[in-house]
């Protein structure tokens, strides 16, 4: 979000130092944190305006609705993901190795872990999440990582390759399945990178 967003409702009544790109920042961190410790159900726009110290007319002034302040505490939760023209820009022959690579080193770090961990859990037990997290991954990462694939059914092999590494992430870091969730990641690039390379490179 940025101070040229347009605005939502009324202005609320509030002192400048509540309003602009800081306050909006504050909103979004208190977001993504109510969200994680508290899941998708629990979390209120009310609760966020407290954790920001600001008002709740003002987060609905910025971002509307609850599920939009989801959607835009999911973008800054896959920020880390989004770096997926760094992996494209890579030699296309270890494009496989280059992506499961950055992907587990998204989880594997505990302070980009932690959001993503709460995202897809709201997603698992409430719809509007997980039709925020949908669009989201569609729009921002999967087609982008199509539209420079050169292989026939490009959308269909990047969602291919994306179900194989959230499938990965979901037993290692949510259900915790043994022994996925303690073998060195070296072990899991070794195996899922050939096949990640099969779906975006293979015709």
């Given at each position: 979000m940025t101070a040229q967003t347009p605005r939502r409702r009324g202005r609320p009544a509030r002192k400048d130092a509540d309003e602009g790109p800081g306050a909006q920042q504050k909103i979004l961190e208190s977001a993504r944190k109510e969200f994680a410790e508290r899941g998708y159900d629990k979390t209120s726009v009310r609760g966020i305006a407290r954790a920001a110290g600001v008002d709740p007319a003002l987060v609905h002034h910025y971002f509307g609705t609850k599920d939009e302040v989801f959607?835009?505490?999911?973008?800054?939760?896959?920020?880390?993901?989004?770096?997926?023209d760094e992996v494209l820009a890579g030699d296309r022959g270890e494009i496989g190795e280059q992506l499961a690579r950055h992907f587990l080193?998204?989880?594997?770090?505990?302070?980009?872990?932690?959001?993503?961990?709460?995202?897809?859990?709201s997603a698992l037990?409430?719809?509007?999440?997980a039709t925020a997290l949908r669009t989201f991954v569609?729009?921002?990462?999967?087609?982008?990582l199509?539209?420079?694939l050169d292989v026939p059914n490009p959308q269909f092999r990047a969602e291919l390759a994306a179900s194989h590494m959230i499938g990965t992430a979901f037993l290692r870091y949510v259900i915790k399945a043994e022994p996925l969730?303690?073998?060195?990641?070296?072990?899991?690039i070794a195996m899922v990178a050939p096949t990640l390379q099969r779906y975006l490179t293979e015709s």
């Amino acid at each position: 979000m940025t101070a040229q967003t347009p605005r939502r409702r009324g202005r609320p009544a509030r002192k400048d130092a509540d309003e602009g790109p800081g306050a909006q920042q504050k909103i979004l961190e208190s977001a993504r944190k109510e969200f994680a410790e508290r899941g998708y159900d629990k979390t209120s726009v009310r609760g966020i305006a407290r954790a920001a110290g600001v008002d709740p007319a003002l987060v609905h002034h910025y971002f509307g609705t609850k599920d939009e302040v989801f959607a835009s505490a999911i973008e800054i939760s896959f920020e880390p993901a989004l770096m997926v023209d760094e992996v494209l820009a890579g030699d296309r022959g270890e494009i496989g190795e280059q992506l499961a690579r950055h992907f587990l080193g998204v989880w594997e770090n505990p302070v980009t872990r932690a959001p993503l961990l709460a995202v897809i859990r709201s997603a698992l037990t409430h719809e509007a999440a997980a039709t925020a997290l949908r669009t989201f991954v569609l729009r921002r990462l999967l087609s982008r990582l199509a539209k420079e694939l050169d292989v026939p059914n490009p959308q269909f092999r990047a969602e291919l390759a994306a179900s194989h590494m959230i499938g990965t992430a979901f037993l290692r870091y949510v259900i915790k399945a043994e022994p996925l969730a303690s073998v060195d990641p070296e072990e899991i690039i070794a195996m899922v990178a050939p096949t990640l390379q099969r779906y975006l490179t293979e015709s």
